[in-house]
């Protein structure tokens, strides 16, 4: 590998514009996607800093993720649905969408995928037949969406979140409004289904449970984070990137100020910050042990184009005890 800092491990042969996402494989905790405006996907070997395959797009590419070991999916500007063989290293077009597709993710419990696009509709998709299974209305663009067991949130603009059974994307469960006052920017689902959690691009983090009951909707809280104060003028920056760990639950978070925090959600304690990467971080995905961290310094054009440091990706070896949640006294 390149260089060994503080905060990880720089790969070989990144991005060479911005990196737009980053998923680990489900089962192998040493392959890792990365999509990026250069109009690329990439795959890694993280383990042996190895440039495993690479597929060139006609378009910048938004997002990728991965159904199983050998099968792997990406969206982008080019509007189109895509998924890739990775051992008979394939390419097949699924579907499509009238605008550029933000995202794109697999629920393991139906085999399906789901895109959510800027022409303000959600798709649904049968991998295994290359069908369209439904396309579903929006009030707003999509801009960040995840998936655990049968449950789909959609953070679009304008704040608004939806809260989908899968089983029945026809009605939406629960049509909600951000607890933030700006754009949510990212949005990921706690690994045990009881909620999510969801960056702004105002520094500000939200965590948010499904359970409609006002005992479990006074628990949601949301806090400051990605800012600093230089000579008593607040910066502001924005939250990019949520990745929770699989095995303790904690997560992970990314700004615009190039730092990244680990943060204990159900204690409310940050764990730990990482030292400053280059430049802004705009995408993070843990492994599937929880072993390792990926990190995307990369600049979001926050302040326009300007001259900044070449987009990188770090990968960070996690201790055993690095994201363990603290504990909490018994009560007596």
């Given at each position: 590998?390149?260089?060994?800092?503080?905060?990880?491990?720089?790969?070989?042969?990144?991005?060479?514009?911005?990196?737009?996402?980053?998923?680990?494989?489900?089962?192998?905790?040493?392959?890792?996607?990365?999509?990026?405006?250069?109009?690329?996907?990439?795959?890694?070997?993280?383990?042996?800093?190895?440039?495993?395959?690479?597929?060139?797009?006609?378009?910048?590419?938004?997002?990728?993720?991965?159904?199983?070991?050998?099968?792997?999916?990406?969206?982008?500007?080019?509007?189109?649905?895509?998924?890739?063989?990775?051992?008979?290293?394939?390419?097949?077009?699924?579907?499509?969408?009238?605008?550029?597709?933000?995202?794109?993710?697999?629920?393991?419990?139906?085999?399906?995928?789901?895109?959510?696009?800027?022409?303000?509709?959600?798709?649904?998709?049968?991998?295994?037949?290359?069908?369209?299974?439904?396309?579903?209305?929006?009030?707003?663009?999509?801009?960040?969406?995840?998936?655990?067991?049968?449950?789909?949130?959609?953070?679009?603009?304008?704040?608004?979140?939806?809260?989908?059974?899968?089983?029945?994307?026809?009605?939406?469960?629960?049509?909600?409004?951000?607890?933030?006052?700006?754009?949510?920017?990212?949005?990921?689902?706690?690994?045990?289904g009881r909620g999510f959690v969801s960056g702004s691009i105002e520094g500000r983090?939200?965590?948010?449970?499904?359970?409609?009951?006002?005992?479990?909707?006074?628990?949601?809280?949301?806090?400051?984070?990605?800012?600093?104060?230089?000579?008593?003028?607040?910066?502001?920056?924005?939250?990019?990137?949520?990745?929770?760990?699989?095995?303790?639950?904690?997560?992970?978070?990314?700004?615009?100020?190039?730092?990244?925090?680990?943060?204990?959600?159900?204690?409310?304690?940050?764990?730990?910050?990482?030292?400053?990467?280059?430049?802004?971080?705009s995408a993070l995905a843990f492994n599937c042990d929880g072993t390792y961290l990926?990190?995307?310094?990369?600049?979001?054009?926050?302040?326009?184009?300007?001259?900044?440091?070449?987009?990188?990706?770090?990968?960070?070896?996690?201790?055993?005890?690095?994201?363990?949640?603290?504990?909490?006294?018994?009560?007596?």
């Amino acid at each position: 590998m390149v260089s060994a800092v503080n905060n990880g491990v720089e790969l070989s042969n990144s991005p060479t514009d911005g990196i737009s996402a980053l998923q680990f494989s489900p089962t192998d905790p040493t392959l890792l996607l990365a999509a990026s405006w250069d109009k690329k996907v990439r795959l890694y070997n993280v383990a042996s800093d190895q440039l495993r395959t690479e597929w060139t797009q006609k378009s910048p590419v938004l997002d990728v993720c991965f159904s199983s070991a050998n099968q792997c999916f990406s969206v982008g500007i080019d509007r189109k649905l895509k998924g890739m063989d990775l051992e008979a290293s394939r390419e097949t077009v699924i579907g499509s969408h009238e605008d550029a597709i933000r995202c794109v993710v697999h629920a393991k419990h139906t085999g399906q995928l789901m895109t959510g696009s800027w022409d303000k509709h959600v798709g649904v998709w049968d991998p295994r037949s290359n069908a369209s299974l439904g396309k579903y209305a929006q009030p707003e663009k999509v801009f960040s969406m995840d998936v655990v067991d049968y449950t789909l949130v959609v953070a679009m603009a304008g704040r608004t979140l939806h809260v989908y059974d899968i089983r029945n994307m026809k009605e939406t469960l629960q049509p909600r409004e951000s607890a933030m006052k700006y754009m949510t920017r990212t949005l990921r689902c706690m690994p045990n289904g009881r909620g999510f959690v969801s960056g702004s691009i105002e520094g500000r983090v939200a965590v948010e449970f499904f359970d409609p009951s006002k005992e479990a909707q006074a628990k949601k809280y949301a806090f400051k984070c990605h800012r600093e104060t230089i000579d008593e003028v607040e910066y502001i920056y924005a939250v990019n990137a949520v990745a929770f760990h699989p095995v303790h639950g904690t997560f992970a978070t990314g700004g615009s100020d190039g730092t990244v925090n680990v943060w204990d959600g159900n204690n409310r304690k940050r764990l730990r910050p990482y030292l400053q990467y280059p430049t802004g971080v705009s995408a993070l995905a843990f492994n599937c042990d929880g072993t390792y961290l990926a990190v995307a310094s990369s600049y979001a054009f926050d302040e326009g184009e300007k001259d900044h440091p070449p987009d990188s990706i770090y990968v960070k070896t996690i201790s055993e005890t690095e994201c363990r949640p603290k504990t909490v006294p018994a009560q007596a």
